[in-house]
């Protein structure tokens, strides 16, 4: 370009462009002073790229698109050009001509097919094999499998490192583990699809074994993924099957459910489309599982349906010596679908679910049959306390514990010592409960087992929080929250939520109780999970019921009891029938909160649910008092503080017997009124519960003549 300087100025203006400028001497003015100014040009940087790409091509801007699809086609325009400004304008250029700009910018226009085969013209043959091989690796790759495809081409100096000077390659990430990225993304693509479909095909079958090798020795889902892409480019279809599940398992032992989904998704159609049935059974599985964790239970029964219907379609010959092959997997689907049901307090559909998948597999049948059978088993125990038989679940526990540990499978341990802890507490055995629990919490965090810690640290905190130790239930729970937000299981942190607010409604803390209640409610409700919704709902309508809220406590209890129609377990309709007596009693409906109470024994007692079996004996208590029974309600009393005192579930007998005290003053025993008042007293002060002295009965006609009575109450 040549101007006209301003008028009273001498000489031109002389402007030059090219890719290489160089002069033996610069040029001097009249006073020896260089005349000449130099400016290199670099790529643009991803911002500068992007501002350009989004004023020349209106459609990026004017609404045609969402802005988050606008955004994603500017990055991946900007990567491939690379932030070359020549790329950039035969790109825009291209999308200005065509009758769709969006679909024009997503492809690589034929002018820049023409300028890179240009550039590459111009290499050695060596260059352009090591380009090709690189194009095949994809946009960025470690330079070890570049070296382990030409290791003959090493003897000197690496071929690529020529490549980097000229600007078709980059050091993404320096040594030692360097990787290298193509300069821009539009050269990889000319490069890739210049190859005949026989040469991608020898490409890819040389690159497979590498990262497989690679992905073998370091587990990477990442890898593992690019492993089945290089396979499927190979014509292997099973392979690429095969690492795809493995790339999408990976990703969900580590937490990224929609990178996982994804992966799952890809797996299970390759695997439908050419028959592969196991491994769609198992792409299935993995789907079901990522639903249940996030709490989409129904979606998660879709899944576990659909894999048994796969493994279904395995041919006949797969069965050797009288066993199935695939009873492994055959039993994993079967506990996971159990496990579902669970959850949403069907534990009469998820025994004959695990009773079905342990008779598949033999105790002294191979290492993967054993300890699928360990699972099922510790899974079979946590559904037999729910359908109200502790002793038997007890036995299963411990089977499975005693199998895990003599075979050193340290995550099936730990599982079977959450279970066995949750099981000893429910029987009131409180000291072998926090031991067992505290065991396996150290066991599945130090092999990182996130989702068995929580589930640890949820058992250990509800013991704790029975015994009354609220701060280490609070730490407990928190532990617990941590590791279920890490996992993104959000069933538990709804429970872990729940059992906040039970530590909140101990404490008398009846506000935040109430609100934490209410929260997990809504999570429960979130995910269809009934059982969950029933506990929260009745704990909910106790905190109201305790402030007075006597109409809302009973339309919270009402949708408990909705939802408890949806599920069955017995244990839950025992602690709903309690709930239903404490606020007959509230709204004094004597006769109704003593027939309620009793009906809530009967069903707590054939549960075999002695915590529930506790707490109807002191509801039922606490009516006959009510209704003038003294006699009658001190003996209910005294044997729900028998069962508290064994159970160490010292809240409630410290409750209790300020309900005995009542029992004692109105059949005119008043110096025991007076003695276990002050003991009931005491030990709530101790527990940090002084809220709930306010809530110690003193019957109206013993008030005068039991000064002392009162004054143990005032402190």
Same mark, same amino acid.
């Given at each position: 370009?040549?101007?006209?300087?301003?008028?009273?100025?001498?000489?031109?203006?002389?402007?030059?462009?090219?890719?290489?400028?160089?002069?033996?001497?610069?040029?001097?003015?009249?006073?020896?002073?260089?005349?000449?100014?130099?400016?290199?040009?670099?790529?643009?940087?991803?911002?500068?790229?992007?501002?350009?790409?989004?004023?020349?091509?209106?459609?990026?801007?004017? @609404?045609?698109?969402?802005?988050?699809?606008?955004?994603?086609?500017?990055?991946?325009?900007?990567?491939?050009?690379?932030?070359?400004?020549?790329?950039?304008?035969?790109?825009?250029?291209?999308?200005?001509?065509?009758?769709?700009?969006?679909?024009?910018?997503?492809?690589?226009?034929?002018?820049?097919?023409?300028?890179?085969?240009?550039?590459?013209?111009?290499?050695?043959?060596?260059?352009?094999?090591?380009?090709?091989?690189?194009?095949?690796?994809?946009?960025?790759?470690?330079?070890?499998?570049?070296?382990?495809?030409?290791? !003959?081409?090493?003897?000197?100096?690496?071929?690529?490192?020529?490549?980097?000077?000229?600007?078709?390659?980059?050091?993404?990430?320096?040594?030692?583990?360097?990787?290298?990225?193509?300069?821009?993304?539009?050269?990889?693509?000319?490069?890739?699809?210049?190859?005949?479909?026989?040469?991608?095909?020898?490409?890819?079958?040389?690159?497979?074994?590498?990262?497989?090798?690679?992905?073998?020795?370091?587990?990477?889902?990442?890898?593992?993924?690019?492993?089945?892409?290089?396979?499927?480019?190979?014509?292997?279809?099973?392979?690429?099957?095969?690492?795809?599940?493995?790339?999408?398992?990976?990703?969900?032992?580590?937490?990224?459910?929609?990178?996982?989904?994804?992966?799952?998704?890809? !797996?299970?159609?390759?695997?439908?489309?050419?028959?592969?049935?196991?491994?769609?059974?198992?792409?299935?599985?993995?789907?079901?599982?990522?639903?249940?964790?996030?709490?989409?239970?129904?979606?998660?029964?879709?899944?576990?349906?659909?894999?048994?219907?796969?493994?279904?379609?395995?041919?006949?010959?797969?069965?050797?010596?009288?066993?199935?092959?695939?009873?492994?997997?055959?039993?994993?689907?079967?506990?996971?679908?159990?496990?579902?049901?669970?959850?949403?307090?069907?534990?009469?559909?998820?025994?004959?679910?695990?009773?079905? !998948?342990?008779?598949?597999?033999?105790?002294?049948?191979?290492?993967?049959?054993?300890?699928?059978?360990?699972?099922?088993?510790?899974?079979? !125990?946590?559904?037999?306390?729910?359908?109200?038989?502790?002793?038997?679940?007890?036995?299963?526990?411990?089977?499975?514990?005693?199998?895990?540990?003599?075979?050193?499978?340290?995550?099936?341990?730990?599982?079977? @010592?959450?279970?066995?802890?949750?099981?000893?507490?429910?029987?009131?055995?409180?000291?072998?409960?926090?031991?067992?629990?505290?065991?396996?919490?150290?066991?599945?965090?130090?092999?990182?087992?996130?989702?068995?810690?929580?589930?640890?640290?949820?058992?250990?905190?509800?013991?704790?929080?029975?015994?009354?130790?609220?701060?280490?239930?609070?730490?407990?729970?928190?532990?617990?929250?941590?590791?279920?937000?890490?996992?993104?299981?959000?069933?538990?942190?709804?429970?872990?939520?729940?059992?906040?607010?039970?530590?909140?409604?101990?404490? @008398?803390?009846?506000?935040?109780?109430?609100?934490?209640?209410?929260?997990?409610?809504?999570?429960?409700?979130?995910?269809?999970?009934?059982?969950?919704?029933?506990?929260?709902?009745?704990?909910?309508?106790?905190?109201?019921?305790?402030?007075?809220?006597?109409?809302?406590?009973?339309?919270?209890?009402?949708?408990?009891?909705?939802?408890?129609?949806?599920?069955?377990?017995?244990?839950?309709?025992?602690?709903?029938?309690?709930?239903?007596?404490?606020?007959?009693?509230?709204?004094?409906?004597?006769?109704?909160?003593?027939?309620?109470?009793?009906?809530?024994?009967?069903?707590?007692?054939?549960?075999?649910?002695?915590?529930?079996?506790?707490?109807?004996?002191?509801?039922?208590?606490?009516?006959?008092?009510?209704?003038?029974?003294?006699?009658?309600?001190?003996?209910?009393?005294?044997?729900?503080?028998?069962?508290?005192?064994?159970?160490?579930?010292?809240?409630?007998?410290?409750?209790?017997?300020?309900?005995?005290?009542?029992?004692?003053?109105?059949?005119?025993?008043?110096?025991?009124?007076?003695?276990?008042?002050?003991?009931?007293?005491?030990?709530?002060?101790?527990?940090?519960?002084?809220?709930?002295?306010?809530?110690?009965?003193?019957?109206?006609?013993?008030?005068?003549?039991?000064?002392?009575?009162?004054?143990?109450?005032?402190?």
């Amino acid at each position: 370009m040549i101007d006209q300087r301003d008028a009273g100025a001498s000489g031109l203006l002389v402007a030059l462009a090219g890719r290489e400028l160089t002069v033996d001497a610069p040029p001097r003015g009249g006073d020896g002073k260089s005349s000449r100014t130099v400016i290199q040009l670099g790529p643009l940087s991803p911002d500068a790229a992007e501002e350009l790409l989004r004023k020349a091509v209106p459609a990026l801007t004017d @609404g045609t698109m969402e802005s988050a699809a606008s955004a994603e086609l500017c990055r991946k325009i900007v990567e491939r050009s690379g932030g070359d400004p020549l790329f950039l304008d035969l790109m825009v250029r291209a999308a200005r001509q065509a009758r769709d700009p969006t679909v024009a910018l997503m492809a690589v226009p034929d002018t820049l097919y023409g300028l890179v085969q240009a550039r590459l013209d111009a290499l050695s043959p060596q260059e352009q094999e090591t380009l090709h091989l690189a194009a095949a690796l994809r946009m960025r790759f470690a330079e070890r499998w570049l070296a382990a495809l030409q290791p !003959a081409a090493q003897e000197m100096a690496p071929p690529w490192r020529v490549l980097e000077a000229h600007g078709f390659l980059e050091e993404l990430t320096p040594p030692p583990g360097r990787e290298l990225k193509f300069r821009s993304g539009a050269i990889q693509e000319v490069l890739y699809e210049s190859l005949l479909q026989d040469q991608r095909r020898k490409i890819h079958a040389r690159i497979a074994p590498i990262l497989s090798r690679e992905a073998e020795e370091q587990p990477e889902a990442q890898l593992e993924e690019a492993a089945a892409w290089h396979w499927r480019g190979a014509g292997d279809e099973r392979q690429a099957i095969r690492w795809t599940l493995l790339a999408a398992e990976r990703a969900a032992c580590l937490y990224e459910g929609s990178e996982a989904i994804r992966i799952f998704d890809e !797996a299970l159609a390759n695997a439908v489309r050419t028959t592969e049935w196991e491994m769609a059974a198992r792409a299935a599985l993995g789907l079901g599982d990522l639903c249940r964790h996030r709490g989409d239970f129904g979606l998660a029964l879709g899944h576990y349906e659909a894999a048994l219907g796969h493994l279904d379609q395995v041919p006949q010959e797969a069965v050797v010596n009288g066993s199935m092959t695939d009873a492994p997997l055959r039993a994993r689907i079967l506990r996971s679908r159990a496990r579902a049901h669970a959850l949403t307090g069907g534990a009469a559909a998820a025994a004959p679910l695990l009773a079905e !998948a342990i008779a598949f597999l033999s105790p002294d049948g191979s290492p993967d049959a054993r300890r699928e059978r360990a699972r099922c088993q510790v899974e079979q !125990a946590h559904t037999l306390l729910d359908l109200g038989q502790p002793e038997t679940a007890a036995r299963a526990g411990e089977e499975a514990l005693a199998a895990s540990e003599s075979a050193g499978w340290n995550s099936e341990a730990a599982a079977a @010592g959450a279970a066995l802890g949750r099981i000893y507490d429910a029987l009131g055995r409180w000291p072998e409960a926090e031991a067992e629990l505290r065991r396996a919490a150290a066991r599945a965090e130090d092999c990182g087992e996130r989702s068995i810690a929580s589930v640890c640290n949820i058992n250990l905190g509800n013991g704790l929080r029975t015994a009354g130790r609220f701060s280490e239930s609070l730490a407990a729970y928190q532990k617990a929250l941590i590791w279920a937000e890490q996992s993104r299981d959000v069933e538990k942190e709804a429970l872990i939520w729940l059992n906040l607010g039970a530590v909140h409604l101990s404490r @008398g803390d009846w506000t935040l109780a109430e609100r934490t209640f209410r929260a997990a409610r809504a999570d429960f409700e979130a995910m269809a999970h009934h059982l969950g919704v029933t506990v929260a709902g009745c704990n909910l309508c106790d905190t109201l019921r305790l402030v007075g809220r006597i109409d809302e406590a009973g339309g919270a209890l009402d949708a408990a009891a909705e939802s408890l129609n949806r599920i069955e377990a017995p244990f839950v309709s025992a602690h709903l029938m309690v709930c239903r007596a404490e606020l007959a009693l509230a709204r004094g409906d004597l006769a109704g909160a003593a027939d309620l109470s009793r009906e809530a024994l009967r069903l707590a007692k054939e549960s075999s649910y002695e915590s529930g079996v506790r707490s109807s004996q002191r509801a039922l208590g606490r009516a006959m008092l009510e209704s003038g029974d003294a006699a009658g309600a001190a003996r209910q009393l005294e044997e729900a503080i028998r069962g508290f005192d064994d159970a160490d579930e010292r809240l409630d007998a410290a409750l209790s017997r300020a309900d005995l005290a009542a029992a004692r003053a109105g059949g005119g025993d008043h110096s025991a009124a007076v003695a276990l008042l002050e003991q009931a007293a005491a030990e709530i002060r101790r527990l940090g519960a002084d809220p709930w002295l306010e809530k110690i009965p003193i019957p109206a006609q013993e008030r005068a003549p039991c000064d002392g009575y009162r004054a143990s109450l005032e402190g």
